[in-house]
């Protein structure tokens, strides 16, 4: 059957090359195109994060008014996407109506599915990043059981989402300019982190040639687990279940014994064995809003003690596990009003510019189809039993 390498969870794999994002687990960086995290973090904002990791540099000016105002041209969705929506239950999670959601998008735009057109590409890639936030306030409006409010395009893109989110047609209240500019953090901290489960999901998807919506479709599944993206939504779940700072040390010793499933959901990364540089800037985001709200959340002095807790214990320390950039993101979202269960499809939403620039760069670089081998451990051949003669 041939000699394979046995690398299980990809440990030391490289599937690709890629000119997007670099990361060094070790020293705690993360750079997309050279600039470092801290720096786009404090100094960019989501939509000239996008421009980068799509075209490989910042825009100018001039590229930066014209990216936008192509984004906006494409914010809203076909009116039948409504129909399509409306056939879901209210309470059906928002994760599993944006799968549907994008991947349905591929059915209005059979026109300019050519993967091996570059103008094809492009226009499906603002597509993408321009209705994500259109999508994913209509599946929190829906659950919420008011109207859905078409994007505004005179607002930023983080405005714009939070109006869709938290604005009716009663009431359009302007967007607090601390939370769009928090709003925007988080999706600037979210928006690649190079070969991670549901990017990799992207690109072998793409491998195959299946049109960009179905695979930021497949891409949005990988990231809902609990171990990649889903672990924002589980850090509140898990802080709600220890309820009070007497509890904590109970919950750190479920998630030491190994009989056990638990874990300390926020704590621990493949890739960055010594801290998590997204996590220090979503800390300090989060200290900013809430100290700026004025918001005494009794969540954030319990997550503040977890990881005070779990950072001076053996076990956490001998592991190198240290709380990750869903373990503050989950706090600053609530304080903003977004609800538990709509954390992962932000994350979605921002991710989206990371998995469409990997997507995109794959075809102008050229790939071969993804298709891992196996070490077989079965049976050796055997000769077929009648069914009366089995036992
Ligand atoms: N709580 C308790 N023990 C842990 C944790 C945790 N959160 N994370 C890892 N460990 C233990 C693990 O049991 C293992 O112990 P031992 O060596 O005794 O067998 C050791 O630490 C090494 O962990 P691993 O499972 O081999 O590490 P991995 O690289 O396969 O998994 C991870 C990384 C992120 C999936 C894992 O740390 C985890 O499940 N964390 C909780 C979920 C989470 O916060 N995920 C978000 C990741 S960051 C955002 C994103 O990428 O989407």
Redesign the pocket.
Known sequence: QGVFTYDP?FMSTAACESKITFIDGDKGILMHRGYPIEQLAEKSDYLETCYALLYGELPTAEQKAEFTGLVKNHTMVHEQMKSFLNGFRRDAHPMAVMCGMVGALSAFYHDSLDNNNPQHREISAIRLIAKMPTMAAMCYKYSAGQPIMYPRNDLSYAENFLHMMFNTPCEEKKINPILAKAMDRIFILHAD?EQ?ASTSTVRLTGSTGANPFACIAAGIAALWG????G?NEAVLTMLDEIGDVSNIEKFIAK?KD?NDPF????????VYKNFDPRAKVMKQTCDEVLSELGINDPKLELAMKLEEIARNDPYFKE?N?YP???FYSGIILKAIGIPTSMFTVIFALARTAGWIAQWKEMYAEGYKIGRPRQIYTGYTQRDYLPLDQRK
């Open positions: 969870g982190h991670n609990p171990a990649h993206g672990a998630a190994k874990k300390l959901m926020g704590f621990g990364h493949r592991r596990l990750n950039v869903d």
